[in-house]
């Protein structure tokens, strides 16, 4: 499996941005996928994930009710959406697969960079 993602950049406190990652290399409806986040300093931490349908979804205390992800089976992309957002939200985004269906996330992206003024 490989995933790609895009979508970050530079946004004023407060702003939005939609993160997105393409996945290929596999029937895409047949694995969830997973949101994380490293801050300069700081270990990887989940974000947000969802099942293989999207009816399913879980957030880290932190993003709940200012992100939400979601997927589209059709287009193999699962996406992030980032509201309200805050300088301690700048991080290298990343997201992930969990092919093997036990909640270990197997395959990662390279990720992508979004960076939160104050």
């Known amino acids: 499996v490989q995933l790609v993602e895009s979508g970050g950049g530079l946004v004023q406190a407060g702003g939005s941005l939609r993160l997105s990652c393409t996945a290929s290399?596999?029937?895409?409806?047949?694995?969830?996928m997973g949101w994380f986040r490293q801050a300069p300093g700081k270990e990887r931490e989940f974000v947000a994930r969802?099942?293989?349908?999207?009816?399913?979804?879980a957030y880290a205390d932190s993003v709940k009710g200012r992100f939400t992800i979601s997927r589209d089976n059709a287009k193999n992309t699962v996406y992030l959406q980032m509201n309200s957002l805050k300088p301690e939200d700048t991080a290298v985004y990343y997201c992930?697969?969990?092919?093997?269906?036990?909640?270990?996330?197997?395959?990662w992206g390279q990720g992508t960079q979004v960076t939160v003024s104050s």
């Open positions: 969802i099942s293989l349908n999207g009816f399913n979804t």
């Open positions: 290399g596999r029937t895409f409806n047949t694995y969830r």
């Open positions: 992930a697969a969990d092919v093997s269906g036990d909640w270990n996330f197997d395959y």
